[in-house]
């Protein structure tokens, strides 16, 4: 809101023509700190203002601001709550109750009213009614706005001070109540000196470039203005040692308005102070003195009743848009409206994928009007248009009328159209549009009729672009497969114009592709086909578990193994087998329910026994099927261990409300997704994207899918488990999509056949380069994918990327320039993979200074590959000596690019050991460095372990 001083002064606006012109200081050579942002609008984008240490919202739009979002190990960030001390708006909830004589005039311009500071029950009123809720809610950091709006009302010097000296005891009282509290003003510069060492920032809006509220219009700020502005904030930073915050305002609808924000941001940081430039509501992500660089895509569909994992819309682009670095959010237009509001600086781009039939008129002139305001966008199938409905001029395309002759292709771009199957025209099934002469576009497939109509199924426009169906994916009956006809990833990535920013990556840590295995406890108790006929548990136990040792992640059933479950029978005898799986070090425990739903969405509308296991005088319930059920799992685990994992169960479609409700029970969740890719099968619509999310609530997808896809719903063949090796290798090359992960039932352990086939699976992905985790270190680095943020700074150009506190890998393209790495923070190294490379970093908020002219200093050492996470990283002043611990889950490898150099773990020297298998590609990197590969800890150790390294290279 703007401040009481501004708005006189904006009279004083109408009579100027422009700014002067020099009113910056000399610039400063660091970031002013912290990092601010405001954002007032609903529906707040809670992961992008994560990237800022500081984010002012209104509170009414956050539901819970201790789990907003997922906070970077070691970097720091808060939501601030708006509270408004000065004035009130008839449309707060706690205005009825205001204590009687509080106001006092009004503020047309905002329409609200002003407070009385000295009015009694105010103060309390003030903190008991307005603040303590929040603090409830878990507010900790508030944004104090309208503090000098008395002036509206106050008009001499006794008046003034009387309510200077209320509010300088109301900010002292909230600091007594509440000392954790972190307070940033707007403005209040006559209380700093009583109130200073009360508060963390102050603010001030209006330096450069201002609002009008009453007239909804921007100008600049007249010099004389600026002045005595930049004056107070100065002394709010140089006297007082507070940040200092300077809010302005760009009209959003003007031309190049984001080059302008950009502009006003670095003129307000030459002048030393903490940039916000964004709408004159704030209710648009702005910029500071970070940029936010957007990666997540607005994704539009209509799910036609189907759950949203079944949609074209999530089977088809998920993938494709993780791959491009995008997390999205789904509009589903058959449940909730297109948003409306600033997109631009929130999201890359917008997404639509509509089937036939869809019918939609609000969206293309809501996409007319996005792309007019400089969104960019891609649209699959079509445009939602009923019959007899027009596109907006705007697009750039025509509806051309057609005999209904034969069509041919006229021309199509090799490149892109025709990727895994061909370019089929069908009339029966072609949308009669081309590029208007004058859209500046460019055909990606032109189709002609007999009588020289020509149609542009696909094509680049000067807004994106898009493709028709039926030249999206091809539909395979007689196989129920289908096959991309367009190449995604490149129309993606052309029509978004996406910039070439570095992608947080989960198939990857320190430079080797992850290697997990996951267990779905479903035959836990069916007995083996084998002599002597024991439990597949146990079969499974001695057979894959401690002959393997890999990190493995088991899950049971509780209504299958407890005494009150389906099996009393034999429970003593499960639950002593579980007991000794739980036990083993390399073994972490997860819940797959109580009753298993095979059918989540028609057992939660049923909640009998029809769909899901019959366990006795149960009626089905979330609490009790999901934490109940871990539970009941932590009574049969050794001391030192819990389960805070759910593995979906039976169809793993979960709706909303389950997923919602694994999240309120504290617990993560992986399983569903489908990715079926084999040989036979080998499209790009048959890898799933990395989850999925329901009205704000994201299930993780398993990165590879169980023995029952592979072997017709267990009937045979059985030993057809093996067949996924060849997906592995296939979400692996020539793209990484997934990591590896052995995914099976217990069941799987029963059959002579299916034996067979994971020991062939565990040998071959035994003998892959990998880096181990466990499924809970996968299902966090996805959660922190979609929540990563990358930013720029204005000033350095370097780029700030709070990954998480588990994601620990970033990927470029091939020929991607590296970043400095001696002048970069938090990268610990890189290295060569398909079609990538990998950066390898070492916490949770790195920053990474521009490219250097020629690549890398030569001697500078770093780390080519890890098995495992790197933390704590320090290098020395002259860039020779490294210093960081690797976390991995059993014995540790290194492999250091660097003229003699020498490595210590734990303090003690080792020598390097020889090359074997794949570990390292290549002796020599692409700077033709050495890289050194050594090996070392416990052989047999499968425990995590943290190993303290120092790396020491000559000049």
């Known amino acids: 809101m703007l401040n009481l001083l501004f708005r006189a002064l904006c009279l004083t606006c109408l009579l100027l023509a422009g700014m002067r012109a020099s009113m910056a200081q000399p610039a400063i050579t660091s970031a002013p700190r912290p990092t601010v942002a405001f954002y007032y609008g609903d529906h707040p984008p809670l992961a992008e203002l994560a990237a800022f240490d500081i984010a002012v919202v209104e509170p009414a739009h956050v539901a819970d601001p201790r789990r907003s979002a997922r906070n970077a190990a070691g970097a720091s960030h808060q939501l601030f709550a708006y509270v408004s001390v000065g004035e009130v708006r008839a449309d707060r909830p706690y205005y009825a109750r205001l204590p009687k004589g509080s106001l006092r005039g009004g503020n047309a311009a905002w329409g609200s009213r002003v407070i009385d500071q000295t009015a009694p029950g105010w103060r309390d009123f003030f903190l008991d009614a307005i603040v303590a809720p929040l603090w409830q809610a878990g507010w900790r950091g508030f944004f104090l706005d309208t503090l000098d709006s008395y002036g509206l009302f106050a008009k001499t010097d006794a008046e003034r001070r009387a309510q200077t000296d209320a509010l300088v005891a109301l900010i002292t009282e909230f600091k007594r109540r509440y000392p954790d509290a972190r307070l940033m003003t707007n403005r209040g510069f006559e209380l700093l000196p009583r109130v200073a060492s009360l508060i963390d920032a ?15 219009s921007y100008r600049p700020v007249p010099q004389a203005d600026h002045d005595w502005l930049a004056a107070q904030l100065r002394t709010v930073r140089d ?9 302005d305002y760009v009209d959003p609808a003007a031309p190049h308005a984001r080059d302008a924000a950009r502009e006003t941001a670095r003129r307000i940081r030459a002048d030393g102070f903490i940039p916000w430039v964004a709408d004159g509501g704030l209710a648009s992500m702005g910029v500071g003195a970070i940029e936010v660089l957007p990666r997540r895509a607005l994704l539009i569909t209509d799910s036609y009743g189907l759950d949203l994992a079944r949609t074209g819309a999530q089977r088809f682009l998920g993938i494709q848009l993780n791959y491009l670095g995008l997390a999205y959010d789904i509009v589903d237009l058959s449940k909730e409206a297109l948003p409306e509001g600033i997109l631009e600086g929130r999201y890359a781009g917008i997404v639509a994928w509509f089937r036939a039939g869809t019918s939609h008129p609000e969206f293309a002139p809501w996409l007319a009007r996005q792309t007019a305001r400089g969104m960019r966008a891609a649209v699959f199938g079509n445009f939602a248009l009923p019959p007899g409905a027009d596109l907006p001029p705007s697009l750039g395309l025509a509806q051309e009328a057609t005999d209904g002759a034969r069509l041919t292709i006229a021309t199509r771009d090799a490149a892109i159209m025709g990727f895994e199957a061909p370019v089929l025209p069908d009339r029966s099934a072609v949308i009669p549009l081309r590029l208007a002469d004058d859209s500046g576009g460019r055909s990606l497939l032109r189709l002609t009729d007999a009588d020289k109509h020509y149609f542009d199924a696909a094509a680049f426009t000067a807004w994106g672009g898009y493709v028709l169906a039926p030249f999206t994916v091809l539909e395979l009956d007689a196989i129920e497969s289908q096959r991309w006809v367009v190449e995604p990833m490149r129309f993606l990535r052309s029509a978004l114009a996406l910039q070439a920013l570095p992608v947080p990556d989960v198939t990857t840590e320190g430079g080797r592709r992850m290697l997990m295995s996951h267990v779905d406890g479903d035959g836990f108790a069916s007995r083996a086909e084998i002599p002597g006929a024991p439990f597949a548990s146990e079969v499974m136990l001695k057979e894959f578990l401690e002959r393997y040792r890999l990190p493995t992640t088991v899950s049971v059933i ?7 479950g389906v099996y009393p029978a034999s429970s003593q005898a499960t639950e002593a087998i579980a007991r000794r799986i739980f036990a083993l070090p390399q073994v972490e425990p997860a819940s797959h329910s109580y009753s298993h739903p095979f059918d989540w969405a028609q057992a939660l509308a049923d909640r009998g026994p029809t769909y899901r296991l019959k366990v006795p005088g149960y009626t089905l319930d979330l609490q009790r099927e999901l934490r109940g059920s871990a539970d009941y799992i932590n009574r049969l685990l050794p001391p030192g261990k819990r ?9 793993c479609v979960p709706p909303a409300e389950a997923i919602a409700a694994s999240w309120r029970e504290g617990l993560l969740n992986l399983n569903g997704g489908d990715t079926l890719i084999t040989r036979s099968r080998n499209s790009w619509t048959e890898i799933a994207g990395q989850g999925v999310r329901k009205e704000g609530w994201y299930q993780v997808f398993a990165p590879h899918q169980n023995e029952n896809v592979y072997t017709n719903n267990w009937t045979g063949p059985f030993y057809g488990f093996e067949r996924v090796i060849e997906t592995y290798q296939l979400t692996g090359e020539p793209y990484r999509f997934k990591p590896i992960d052995i995914y099976y039932h217990v069941y799987s352990a029963s059959k002579p056949g299916s034996i067979a086939a994971l020991h062939r699976i565990y040998d071959w992905a035994s003998a892959q380069p990998t880096t181990r985790v466990y499924a809970s270190q996968y299902i966090r680095k996805v959660l922190d994918f979609e929540d990563a943020t990358i930013a720029r700074d204005i000033a350095s150009g370097e780029l700030i990327v709070r990954a998480g506190a588990d994601l620990r890998t970033l990927r470029l393209a091939p020929d991607a320039p590296l970043p400095d790495l001696a002048k970069s923070q938090g990268l610990a190294g890189f290295t060569a993979g398909p079609n990538a490379r990998y950066l390898t970093l070492a916490a949770g908020e790195v920053r990474l200074a521009p490219p250097v002219a020629k690549g890398q200093p030569a001697a500078l050492p770093y780390i080519a590959e890890a098995n495992g996470a790197i933390a704590d990283l320090r290098r020395s002043a002259d860039g020779r000596e490294l210093r960081f611990a690797l976390a991995a ?9 660097g003229k003699s150099c020498s490595l210590d773990i734990d303090g003690k020297p080792l020598a390097p050991t020889p090359i074997s298998g794949r570990f390292v590609t290549a002796a020599k990197d692409s700077d033709a460095n050495p890289i050194d590969h050594y090996e070392f800890g416990a052989p047999n150790t499968v425990q995590a372990t943290r190993y303290l390294a120092r790396i020491r290279c000559a000049q």
């Open 202 to 216: 102050v603010a001030a809006e209006s330096l450069v470039a201002g609002y009008d509220a009453a007239s909804d």
């Open 239 to 247: 006297t007082y040692h507070l940040p200092a915050v300077a809010i």
């Open 558 to 564: 509780e209504g299958e193994l407890s005494a009150s």
């Open 643 to 651: 389960t805070d994992i759910f593995f979906w169960t039976g169809d």
């Open 889 to 897: 889950n059993g014995p540790g490898l290194l492999a250091i690019a």
